[in-house]
């Protein structure tokens, strides 16, 4: 029993950084398209967030099997319970990398913001490197790391607030401006967002390893 439970984890150790792999160049993507105004690729974004969702569905129905057939207990039960709250954090991340698509299809070339673009593909840039190093941190399962990667997040509030005064003072030098000024603002708030999840799958790391749930961010 104690191999095949040990199997089973194993497994889903890598389905789990498999799935955190694939969101992470679901974000990398998103910010690509945005950047390049490659619709095409944004399309593709937005069509992949389907199979995020299923491979959310599937972790989530396999570790519960796990736990009601094994009946895991202590470390190898913190696992688990990890397995099924941050998988639900990646499959929200991917939600949000396929709103942060869908806006290269609605800005349109000629309502670009030269300094607003830098900032979000930036900001996008740090919160994949976040998800990057936070899968990472749970495949080494390096509570040290998840707890570094969390206070990072603060960067992200940081272009948050630069993007949002930005767009607010051109909207009020320009009314035609408004429309793309808020979806601007939108598309910041998405990547936010990741940087908050990012945050939670740190936590759970930090669970796997004390027991203990914690909150890291500095919000």
């Known amino acids: 029993m104690a191999k095949i439970l040990e199997n089973q984890l194993a497994s889903l150790h890598q389905d789990f950084a498999s799935m955190g792999r694939e969101v992470a160049t679901a974000i990398q993507q998103a910010a690509q398209a945005f950047k390049q105004e490659d619709q095409?690729?944004?399309k593709q974004v937005v069509d992949h967030d389907l199979q995020i969702n299923q491979q959310e569905m599937y972790l989530e129905k396999k570790a519960a099997q796990v736990i009601a057939l094994?009946?895991?207990v202590s470390s190898d039960l913190r696992?688990?319970?990890t397995i099924l709250k941050a998988s639900s954090d990646l499959e929200r991340i991917g939600d949000?990398?396929?709103s942060f698509a869908r806006a290269t299809l609605r800005i349109p070339v000629d309502q670009k913001n030269p300094l607003i673009e830098d900032?979000?593909?930036?900001m996008s840039q740090h919160a994949y490197e976040m998800l990057q190093q936070v899968i990472q941190a749970y495949v080494d399962n390096d509570e040290k790391a998840a707890r570094q990667i969390a206070q990072a997040d603060s960067k992200t509030d940081d272009?948050?607030?630069l993007i949002r005064k930005e767009a607010m003072s051109c909207m009020q030098t320009d009314p035609d401006f408004v429309t793309f000024g808020t979806e601007y603002i939108v598309v910041a708030a998405h990547i936010e967002r990741i940087g908050d999840y990012v945050t939670n799958v740190a936590e759970w790391i930090v669970y796997t390893n004390s027991g203990k749930i914690v909150e890291l961010s500095n919000n």
Not at 119 to 122: D, E
């Open 40 to 42: 095409q690729l944004a």
């Open 70 to 72: 094994q009946q895991p």
């Open 79 to 81: 696992i688990l319970i």
């Open 96 to 98: 949000h990398a396929a």
């Open 119 to 122: 900032a979000i593909f930036k």
């Open 159 to 161: 272009y948050l607030r």
